[in-house]
């Protein structure tokens, strides 16, 4: 087997890993989700969704950026001065736990001002108890991140995608059977934050994951922050593209419009779940190869991971596209259906980011921390910018509109970079005929205008979809060596003869 299948299927694996997880965390946070929608008016609900944004906003600037920049780091540290990976980790932990403190003091204190940019006096009690989340959070995702940057997948999975949801989820079901305040679902936020982090600590003691000592190593320290703060500034940045539009129609309209807009935007959300699996062990695998100088290992890996993901994502966007009013009527409820034509905006703009595979990690992985925070900036200024000009004529839709065009600008235009920086790029042409055939089958069935009743009509037509889809690319002969090579690693590892291994050897 060669580097590069080697590569793909420690990224498979831990992809495959990280999936269920994420497939478990977004089943319990769309449950908690529907519950509190149903459970609360449309206007709580929103609260609600403003406060999370401004308390994630807080929690951006918290971290430093060392949460995108710790994975790259541990990697090349154990490439090249394995002895100070505990210094690094102790400096970030240290950094992070103190500005978090900082950001909470300043969202209590700061919390009615902030109520009064969105002419919303319930935001100023709800960022008041949110804001004690903070801390918890940071350094839950601070220890995620060690624990990426050693190519584990575990800690994530275990405590991030399946107890603290369950946790949350538990006490929101509790409130709303009890019928308890609205101010409860903050607290039980809070609350969730805690009891997460507090078994994740006691889990890396317990194994020993690293060492909790306080090392105060200034050069590491400065070294790591020049690193990490243009990435914090571009996650803001990035933030500030996915989430001014609810911040912006909370502005122009009213906490209902919010509420309506945020059945639609956590669905697009979910049309990356495959790009975000395959970039938790990314960075570290990719870092790595790239510390060697192998360009063209690292070239071909990102075009056969961006070709699955392609294909691994379509069926999701093909839902949400072709039949957006069944799909949020089945989550949020009837009184819900006005986000439909935003949902389908919204899954066009993620489904771009997808479809160019991991251009801004591969510029981490290069370096190129300054090019993805001026390619954030002009996207955000660009979504700012369509935002003020679209929400007041066209409300929702206006404000789906600025978010997928800034998506497509970003992608473009970090695309772009890595290109020329590396030459690398994700066309290689058995993905061309993939991506041909996606676009014609799509073109067709939404020519046709279907209408379906309900979700088993739109699973039954997307699953003849699918079937036809993998028909032509195996006609088409869309198949790489690397492919054949997971399949063979899967039936390896399962212990069966998968005969299709055979059938696609014979096609090609």
């Excluded at 210094?87 to 700061?110: E, P």
């Excluded at 981490?364 to 003020?388: D, M, P, Y």
Aim: glycine share 6%; proline share 3%; no cysteine.
């Amino acid at each position: 087997m060669n580097e590069v299948s080697h590569a793909l299927q420690r990224i498979a694996r831990g992809t495959g890993i990280v999936f269920a997880g994420t497939i478990i965390s977004m089943f319990f946070g769309f449950i908690s989700r529907a519950v509190i929608a149903r459970y609360l008016s449309v206007g709580e609900y929103g609260v609600f969704n403003l406060a999370l944004t401004v308390l994630n906003i807080a929690l951006v600037v918290s971290t430093l950026g060392l949460q995108n920049a710790l994975p790259r780091e541990i990697a090349f540290y154990k490439e090249r001065e394995s002895s100070r990976i505990m210094d690094l980790i102790s400096m970030a932990l240290i950094i992070v736990a103190l500005n978090s403190l900082i950001w909470t003091k300043v969202l209590i204190f700061g919390a009615e001002n902030i109520s009064q940019v969105f002419n919303e006096e319930r935001l100023v009690y709800a960022l008041k108890i949110m804001a004690f989340a903070l801390p918890f959070s940071a350094l839950i995702g601070m220890m995620i991140s060690i624990s990426q940057g050693f190519g584990r997948v575990r800690e994530k999975v275990y405590f991030q995608n399946i107890l603290y949801p369950t946790v949350f989820l538990v006490l929101v079901v509790g409130g709303a059977f009890l019928e308890l305040s609205f101010t409860y679902v903050f607290f039980a936020y809070v609350v969730a934050q805690a009891l997460t982090l507090l078994v994740l600590t006691f889990d890396v003691w317990k194994i020993k994951l690293f060492e909790f000592k306080l090392s105060f190593n200034m050069k590491i320290g400065k070294k790591l922050l020049t690193f990490s703060l243009p990435l914090m500034l571009g996650g803001i940045l990035i933030f500030v593209m996915n989430w001014t539009d609810t911040l912006m129609l909370g502005y122009y309209g009213t906490s209902e419009v919010v509420g309506l807009y945020n059945a639609a935007t956590p669905l697009a959300r979910l049309i990356p779940i495959f790009l975000n699996s395959a970039a938790f062990l990314y960075p570290p695998i990719a870092a790595s190869l790239y510390a060697k100088d192998r360009l063209k290992e690292l070239k071909r890996t990102y075009q056969i991971l961006t070709k699955w993901i392609f294909l691994s994502t379509l069926p999701i966007f093909s839902v949400m596209f072709l039949f957006p009013e069944v799909t949020i009527g089945l989550l949020f409820g009837t009184k819900y259906l006005p986000a439909s034509q935003a949902l389908r905006i919204l899954a066009l703009g993620s489904m771009f980011h997808t479809f160019l595979g991991l251009n801004g990690l591969s510029l981490v992985v290069i370096g190129e921390t300054r090019f993805g925070l001026k390619s954030s900036s002009v996207s955000a200024v660009l979504n700012v910018i369509l935002n003020a000009l679209l929400i007041p004529s066209y409300g929702i839709e206006g404000a789906a509109v600025a978010t997928a065009v800034s998506y497509l600008v970003a992608n473009i235009l970090n695309s772009w970079k890595l290109y020329q920086k590396t030459k690398i790029h994700p066309f290689s042409w058995n993905y061309v005929k993939s991506l041909a055939i996606s676009f014609v089958l799509l073109g067709l069935l939404q020519s046709l205008q279907l209408k379906v009743p309900n979700i088993w009509y739109a699973v039954l037509i997307l699953v003849v979809f699918l079937i036809l889809y993998l028909l032509l690319v195996l006609l088409s002969k869309s198949i790489d060596k690397e492919d054949i090579d997971l399949l063979a690693s899967i039936e390896k590892k399962l212990g069966v003869n998968l005969k299709i291994i055979k059938i696609i050897r014979k096609i090609i």
